[in-house]
């Protein structure tokens, strides 16, 4: 039982971690702050803002010491969510173990280490996918033979739930991920044949559940199936306990409302029913999002209540208590069969195309995802999926549990970014700066070999190397990674009926474009800072260019310079910003500030993301024209107001009044 958690500094998130297992939590789920999983130290230009938002920053051996005082990590579950820097963090993790005496051979946890995903979601990528690989596998490698009781990789396909993939697409592209991981570490000759058990029983899964209870416990039981097939057949894994499907569960943010956030508790309950009923599909850790979530950072009540949702489960229910409630059912047995069979198909297309790294590099899976997520939004907006709050029973009495916004979430204090960033200076200030460049020469040089890369880490862990010394070494020799947006191969997923709401925006798009003397209307879809959340930004520029929008999308992790450098030089008409990390405050004034030295006046700005009231108050009397957030749903109204906004800044009259007039 977790929650997922970490915030503002290493000391404040240690005080939160000690409080949550002296409540009954059994294990530790670590989230970083975007800096760490980015592979940047918290002074970089692309960290401000970010520093302690999402997740604890972690930027030299210091930190994780003080992260984990007074916490035995030999008696500790740990759950690392990492990615890019995974080596960098495990290495930090197993030093700070041997000081405490620890045999790291004990150790237990997992590192999430799926950089696939990363490709296609999440966005914290930072080398290239053939790299990216080699990381994983000499993680993987060492793991084995030295921290035998470690998962060095959770496969994600929670990620892709939420970039839209089907329960098929999640089954199959997450499945493609781990042959191709299996198959490297095969073929990289680290790993004897006959321990290639060994790695396939230390392989597990994060996945989501979403609300729709039978397709998603179905889609566990074909998880299992599908799972045990391949590690037999493919690998000829003979100990069924190593071919064992073992997964946890995040249940799903996609689904959670602003709108009447209440309803997110059932939402909650009903996803975690879904993984933990069925005893041969059942998840081996749970943890649950917070019903606040998408308001803001939830605070420590919060997920205590989530923690609470668990226990009640466990301990004060019988549903844990009996064999598969649901062996037998025709129903489901149909069901999970006809998920498998779709799921075997894609399968077998990524595969012909050469595995899941070329699939990724020719943008093949990042366009399907955003083409599921726009079918998706699409069948919201037209009715088709209901959603209690959002498009259908929308009328509410006021919530007590939203009455006061302001202390309904987590604040994150500036002054703790300050803090980190004294720390840091301090770490460089009192280490012995020749061990560490000794240190980060020698990783150099080893990323430059086939040999394993994983001693040459911790060399500069112990040597007091900090997370952006580790990255950009390796940067150096392996290069950085721009992955594809998937925008461009998105199909139309709204059809522009005549009368249709559609229609009448692309009417207003083409008549704005003509009154201004522009061919097109053009939109800057833009995502500064670390934030790699980039689903809602992709869903508003595939509206945007089927509503006849240019739209200019460079995709994820830009500074606000450069978004301003680009809507300067393709002379656009609207910047849209992008942010759900909370760096707003920060990020947004400073591209608005930029826009006007650069004289750029005529352009209005808005922003999406996960934004608190207050802010949005703040960010509009900083110059931002609008402000939406998860409540607006209809992204066809969105870029209806884009219009409007168009239309303001150039002082044209209103659409509606236009139409009116010439009516």
Request: glycine share 8%.
């Amino acid at each position: 039982m977790r929650t997922y958690a970490g915030h503002s500094t290493a000391s404040d998130s240690n005080a939160l971690y000690r409080r949550n297992l002296a409540k009954g939590q059994t294990g530790l789920s670590v989230a970083f702050d975007l800096p760490t999983q980015t592979g940047y130290d918290s002074d970089h230009v692309l960290a401000r803002g970010e520093v302690g938002r999402v997740g604890v920053p972690v930027g030299h051996l210091g930190d994780m010491r003080t992260l984990f005082d007074g916490i035995p990590l030999e008696r500790t579950n740990t759950s690392m969510t990492i990615n890019a820097t995974a080596m960098w963090l495990l290495a930090l993790y197993q030093v700070v173990a041997e000081e405490q005496g620890a045999d790291i051979a004990g150790l237990t946890g997992t590192t999430q280490n799926d950089i696939v995903k990363e490709y296609l979601s999440r966005g914290t990528h930072v080398f290239p996918p053939g790299p990216s690989v080699r990381l994983i596998t000499d993680m993987i490698a060492y793991t084995v033979a030295n921290i035998p009781k470690w998962n060095p990789i959770n496969i994600c396909s929670y990620h892709l739930q939420e970039a839209g993939a089907t329960p098929v697409q999640e089954i199959a592209y997450s499945m493609c991920t781990a042959i191709a991981v299996l198959d490297a570490v095969r073929d990289s000759g680290q790993v004897p044949a006959e321990r290639m058990g060994e790695v396939v029983a230390r392989i597990s899964f994060f996945v989501n559940a979403g609300v729709r209870f039978v397709e998603e416990m179905c889609k566990m039981r074909a998880f299992n199936r599908l799972w045990e097939k391949i590690t037999r057949e493919r690998y000829g894994i003979e100990d069924a306990k190593q071919r064992r499907f073992r997964y946890g569960v995040q249940v799903n943010s996609l689904g959670l409302t602003e709108a009447q956030p209440e309803n997110n508790v059932q939402r909650i309950v009903l996803e975690m029913l879904a993984v933990t009923l069925s005893k041969d599909a059942r998840a081996r850790a749970v943890q649950l999002p917070a019903w606040n979530e998408a308001l803001g950072l939830p605070r420590p009540w919060d997920q205590q209540w989530s923690l609470r949702i668990q226990q009640v489960l466990a301990y004060e229910s019988d549903l844990l208590e009996y064999g598969d409630l649901f062996n037998g059912s025709h129903v489901v047995e149909a069901k999970t069969e006809e998920l498998l069979a779709g799921a075997e198909a894609e399968i077998a297309k990524v595969l012909g195309m050469g595995g899941v790294i070329p699939a990724v590099e020719s943008g093949y899976l990042k366009s399907n995802l955003v083409a599921s997520h726009a079918a998706r939004r699409a069948r919201i907006e037209a009715g088709e999926d209901r959603i209690v709050g959002v498009n259908c029973f929308d009328t509410t009495e006021d919530s007590p549990l939203t009455a006061d916004l302001d202390t309904a979430i987590m604040v994150v204090d500036p002054a703790s970014e300050r803090s980190v960033l004294a720390n840091l200076e301090a770490w460089r200030g009192s280490r012995d700066e020749a061990a560490v460049q000794s240190a980060l020469a020698r990783l150099k040089e080893v990323a430059g070999t086939e040999e394993n890369l994983m001693a040459a880490t911790l060399a500069c862990a112990r040597a007091g190397a900090t997370t952006g010394e580790w990255s950009f070494a390796l940067r150096e020799v392996f290069g950085e990674y721009r992955a594809p947006t998937g925008v461009g191969g998105a199909p139309v997923a709204v059809a522009a009926e005549p009368g249709g709401e559609l229609a009448a925006v692309r009417e207003a798009v083409a008549a704005t474009a003509a009154e201004l003397g522009t061919g097109k209307l053009r939109l800057l879809v833009g995502k500064p800072g670390l934030d790699g959340h980039s689903n809602g930004a992709e869903q508003i520029a595939v509206r945007a260019r089927d509503a006849g929008f240019e739209v200019v999308y460079q995709g994820i992790r830009l500074t606000p310079e450069q978004i301003v450098s680009a809507a300067v030089a393709e002379d656009v008409h609207c910047v849209g910003l992008s942010i759900l990390s909370g760096a707003h405050p920060e990020l947004v004034p400073d591209v608005i500030q930029r826009l006007n030295r650069a004289g750029v006046e005529d352009v209005p700005v808005i922003v999406g993301g996960i934004i608190p009231a207050a802010d949005a108050e703040a960010l509009k009397a900083a110059g931002v024209a609008a402000v939406f957030t998860p409540k607006d749903f209809g992204i066809t109204t969105i870029i209806g107001r884009i219009v409007d906004e168009i239309r303001l800044a150039n002082r044209l009259q209103p659409w509606a009044a236009t139409t009116a007039a010439t009516s």
